[in-house]
């Protein structure tokens, strides 16, 4: 049986090794920290959530909800490790993060197959026979293994923004301003509300709109990855809609889906009002009324000695932050234990490199997963890690993985990263959380009949999960 080297001991790595080696295999772990760090981690520890604290909604039927069910159903060890360290966070999945990692460093310790290797991985071989990799380096992957993987595919990688969300110390918050509640009286009321009125709205929105961002270097200009020493980092794929060089950008290229909010809030003055400033459903109980705009905290950890500023996510300077932030009611005095920041994301052409069982067309004996793989998240990161493991096993065994099925949500994922849907929409390829969208959609003649959505995304919950146990269920 082949051995298996898993790069990378953050969400998918450890995920990997943990299935692969339940499956049997023999597998070396390899993770850089504490040697060398990332701009983003803090610690040496496996699985260290970079930022928030949320592994996304547990509301029944929803996307999020979905990929973990299935996930649970195939025995993820990091999503019961999450289950186990959760935090209040009304309807969705929020952990102690610091009892996460210990609780997956255990999980490893404990799995006789898998040796830990504390070192930066600089080279790949594609061709010894004896190995099969899993490339599970993340977003801030080392450069010097960037470069390689760049010269090892012969192709393009893609690289945009992302940002984090402020933290603040609890006790510093001004409780007599603010209001615990839960959207609409759902679940129970985990999050502190801070209300503004329209004045304190538009104070805030001027001081946010003015602040000084941190001044992008030359490289960091540019839509694509000349940071890596790469040539030209043209989507040079029909399928991916464009055949030339794109221009430089004159501003970050943010991902759509994590805009810092003084971008958001160029957007418009109400943008942010119907975006993470929504007051709808948030009753605050000395009005009896929902505020004009809200910033809602959310518990970072089991103490509830801090909270983070939920969708916050930010790119400006330090001392602005401390002074527009300090605008929001409650949080005039507050203390912060960490400020938004913007971040290196590096992803490869998933469409053009890899195949549905995450394995590289050119290189099939190096499968890669987690965040470089073009996917995005927490959780979607320790699902692609789940696969990645068990296809790794079935290589390693000599057989070849069935990948998983289409309706499931985590097939579509790796569906979505392989095929790159909605070639009109993103000009580029552009990693994707799990959505509705990228599940199969129900038929016409049922989409006419069931006008309710909720409906519609249950009926697709059950298939895709009647899919996900069919596929679990299949022999090797
Ligand atoms: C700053 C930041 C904030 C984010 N915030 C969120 C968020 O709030 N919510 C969310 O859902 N997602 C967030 N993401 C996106 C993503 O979900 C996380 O990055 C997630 O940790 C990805 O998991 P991963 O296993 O792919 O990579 P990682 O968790 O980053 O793990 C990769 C590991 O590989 C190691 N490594 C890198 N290069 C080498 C090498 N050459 N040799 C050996 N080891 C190496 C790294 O040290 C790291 O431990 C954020 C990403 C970043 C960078």
Redesign the pocket.
Known sequence: MKKIKV???????PEAALQAAALGCEVAL????PHR??E??QTADFA?L???N?LKSESENTAPWLLKQEMRRAGSFLLAEADASAVPAGHALAVDRIEFSRRVAARIAAQPRITILRE???TLDPTGPEILTVL???????P??AAELQRLTGSDHLAFY?S?SPIVDASTIDMSRVFFAARYDKGSADYINCPFTKEEYDRFLDALTAAESVPAKPWEQLPNHENLGAPSLAVSSPRMGSTTPEPALEKPHFFEGCLPIEETARRGRDTLRFGPMKPVGLTDPRTGRWPYAVVQLRQENLRADSYNLVGFQNHLKFGEQARVLRLIPGLENATFLRYG?I?R?TYIDAPNLLTETLQLRAHPSILIA???SGV????E?IAS?LLAGRYAAALAQGHAPTPAPRASANGSLSYYITHALNPEKHKRFQPANITFDLLPPLEEDLRRRIRDKKERHRIQCDRALAAWIAWLNQPA
């Open positions: 790069i990378g001991g953050g969400l998918a790595g390899y993770e850089m920290r760090s990332t983003a981690h260290e970079v930022c928030s949320s930066e991985v600089a599970a380096t993340g977003p801030l992957t080392s010097t293994l992302d984090i920041q971040h994301n987690g965040q470089l995005e998240g927490y959780t990161s890690g």
